[in-house]
């Protein structure tokens, strides 16, 4: 089964609107992180927000938002008021730990978004 | 701090040849993984480390192998190249279990032909 779902292969949003991310995941983990990054078309990774599975709050950093659902098993990135250097593919992650013990991490698809001027 | 350095950044293997992609972190991180990512795909990761001399598989394996001898070094050896080893392979390193972000590298675009 599949960890972690990314159901939206591509989307397009208007400069300065809001725009929503979806990913689901899975694990029988009760600790566990779940993450988004950010790859541009140069190809570099670049963590955007952190979400633990025992934190209440949704996690924010500067326009990025993560709506965690916890029991719906949801964890979606939220950018708010768009911008042109948004449009790159965005990558949703999940840590949990695996039969040996250690940690690993499992990204998703991924969602290619484009902002439209 | 130069954070993970991947060499080369561009290679391209006849099939069957041999190789050793080569990442080096110097923030002394004890995790460091290795990804891959086929054209338009996700990450998959692919082996892990976490501290030196303990390795463990990922999610894709096959046709790898790794080690971990210092702290620095992961480097990821492709023993007999094969065209569905052709991919971008990420190196990335974080602190410990208690951090949550992982530092990447530029990645090393490999061509198998």
């Known amino acids: 089964a599949q960890k972690i779902t990314q159901t939206q292969p591509g989307m397009f949003v208007q400069e300065k609107e809001a725009v929503t991310l979806d990913c689901t995941y899975d694990t029988s983990d009760q600790s566990y992180g779940l993450f988004w990054y950010k790859q541009p078309s140069s190809g570099e990774m670049i963590f955007l927000i952190y979400q633990g599975s025992y934190d209440e709050q949704n996690a924010t950093e500067g326009r990025y938002s993560l709506n965690f659902q916890k029991a719906r098993k949801s964890a979606n990135l939220v950018i708010s008021a768009s911008q042109l250097g948004d449009s790159a593919m965005y990558f949703c992650a999940m840590r949990d730990t695996n039969s040996g013990g250690y940690q690993k991490v499992t990204f998703g698809t991924g969602t290619k978004l484009q902002v439209i001027p | 701090n130069a954070g993970v350095t991947q060499t080369p950044k561009f290679r391209i293997l006849k099939i069957g040849q041999s190789m050793t992609l080569q990442c080096t972190q110097d923030?002394?991180?004890?995790?460091m993984y290795w990804y891959r990512q086929d054209p338009g795909m996700g990450l998959k990761l692919i082996y892990y480390?976490?501290?030196?001399?303990?390795?463990d598989k990922g999610e894709v394996p096959n046709g790898y192998n790794v080690s971990r001898s210092t702290t620095e070094d992961f480097p990821l050896r492709l023993e007999l190249a094969a065209p569905s080893q052709t991919s971008v392979y990420f190196c990335?390193?974080?602190?410990?279990?208690?951090?949550?972000?992982?530092?990447f590298g530029p990645g090393t675009r490999l061509t198998v032909l």
């Open positions: 923030m002394n991180h004890n995790y």
């Open positions: 480390s976490v501290g030196a001399g303990i390795t």
């Open positions: 990335a390193s974080k602190p410990g279990m208690r951090n949550n972000e992982q530092f």
